[in-house]
């Protein structure tokens, strides 16, 4: 068992003088301090709502969570995949991307806004409207700005420029108090969307001073880069329903508190994966770079990361144990019950981390298809035992369609990688990854 150990800090330890390491490392850093900043933003937004209002606001996050990646069609990755290979078509590129999330933010406007508010009866629509704003306008945005820093391996400083987003949700939690406690949720809704909108806006302005104004083809529009992009777009909602719906659906099926308690305690789940973030941010890039010799190439980078994220892992595992009977203490007795969410829940990050290389992999070597068709069966599978197990169990039964869904998909990702590696294996004996 030592030897082991022993073998993962040193292959660790060999990653400290790559590009990739130091990109991580800045990753991570800003990272850092925006879990400091969202914990701060968190405690005070539960405390404040209480578990009802907090179970409304996070099941409305959620319904728009799975929209939310078919805002902009995927054209966020398509600007990494290109830019990253070649830069000096930034501006055409980033033309691209904005007119794409400027025509879905419209249809979504006009088509989804109606259908949530029959879908969650019990939250005003106001409040809808606003979270909408907030989340598919400036959220998506901002992230749109620090996918463009990706795309041009600038990923210390967009990384940095991501923390204003993080900030300004902060400031906004702190005018929370003023409103008084039955108005509060609309307030929230108010807040909310200011501290996403306006970050939104000063990224724009921060990518176009970088790398100047978006190439605008109003005459065309990029077709065949929205078709490859729809396949990301899947793939992330399908990610976003395993991780979000079950939020939604304890508020209909079960009930807001229970919603709340849950919420609460993934959200701790969340923080603890911010490490693992870093890295997929800083090497998703080099997914692609690797991937020109196909899945050898992506599995040989994969073969790099294995021991970080192992041992981060089992790291985020323990402390998560330890640190579950502090909840609350931090959040009030009101969410006591979320402590067990987070005992149950521990073992996501390392899921999570197995997941990520799996999925990168494909991705990176241009299996996006069959990474889509993975996460999209997961989705239905993570739907079909929420609706069974939460009418009966409450946010128990969401714990368990959670670990049930997350586990089958890491295992079967690595399943569609092993016939793939093999046959390249076979085809092209002499890839070998790029250093």
């Known amino acids: 068992m030592t030897g082991f150990l022993n073998k993962l800090i040193i292959k660790t330890s060999d990653l400290k003088s790559k590009p990739f390491f130091q990109d991580s490392f ?3 850093s800003t990272k850092a301090m925006t879990m400091v900043v969202q914990v701060a933003y968190f405690i005070m937004v539960a405390r404040y709502l209480g578990s009802e209002d907090y179970g409304l606001f996070e099941g409305t996050k959620a319904i728009w969570a799975i929209l939310f990646p078919f805002i902009g069609v995927g054209m966020g990755d398509i600007l990494i995949q290109n830019v990253s290979r070649d830069s000096t078509k930034f501006s055409r590129y980033w033309g691209d991307t904005l007119l794409v999330f400027l025509l879905s933010v419209g249809i979504a406007l006009v088509t989804i806004f109606p259908l949530i508010t029959i879908i969650l009866p019990t939250v005003p629509p106001l409040f809808i409207l606003l979270i909408l704003l907030a989340d598919i306008v400036g959220l998506k945005l901002c992230g749109l700005g620090q996918m463009a820093f990706v795309a041009n391996h600038q990923i210390k400083r967009g990384s940095q420029y991501g923390m204003i987003y993080s900030f300004t949700k902060l400031i906004a939690a702190l005018f929370l ?6 108005q509060r949720l609309i307030g929230w809704g108010i807040l909310y969307c200011l501290g996403s909108v306006v970050p939104a ?5 921060l990518v176009q001073k970088k790398f100047g104004k978006p190439e605008f083809r109003l005459d065309s529009l990029p077709i065949d880069s929205v078709k490859q992009g729809f ?35 993934y959200r701790f789940i969340d923080m603890s994966r911010i490490p693992i973030f870093s890295i997929q941010s800083a090497s998703y890039a080099r997914f692609f770079k690797y991937g020109e010799s196909g899945i050898q190439g992506t599995i040989g980078f994969t073969r790099k990361l294995l021991p970080l994220i192992l041992v981060y892992g089992g790291v985020a595992l323990i402390v998560l144990l330890s640190f579950s009977s502090f909840v609350p203490k931090l959040l009030g007795e009101e969410f006591a019950e979320a402590s067990s969410v987070v005992i149950w829940l521990a073992p996501i990050s390392l899921m999570y981390g197995l997941e990520y290389l799996a999925s990168d992999s494909l991705t990176g070597a241009g299996f996006q298809g069959k990474r889509s068709f993975i996460q999209v069966l997961s989705a239905f599978l993570n739907v079909g035992l929420n609706l069974y197990l939460i009418p009966i169990y409450s946010w128990r039964g969401a714990i368990w369609a959670t670990l049930i869904t997350e586990s089958l998909k890491t295992v079967f990702l690595w399943l569609i990688i092993v016939p793939i590696y093999r046959k390249q294996s076979r085809d092209h004996p002499e890839n070998s990854s790029i250093d």
């Open 177 to 182: 108090p003023l409103f008084p406690e039955n």
């Open 201 to 205: 806006l000063i990224m724009f302005i």
């Open 26 to 28: 800045w990753t991570f």
């Open 231 to 265: 396949l990301f777009s899947l793939s992330n909602s399908a990610s976003g329903v395993s991780a979000q719906l079950d939020r939604a659906m304890l508020v209909s099926l079960a009930h807001p508190v229970a919603a709340g308690i849950y919420s609460a305690g």
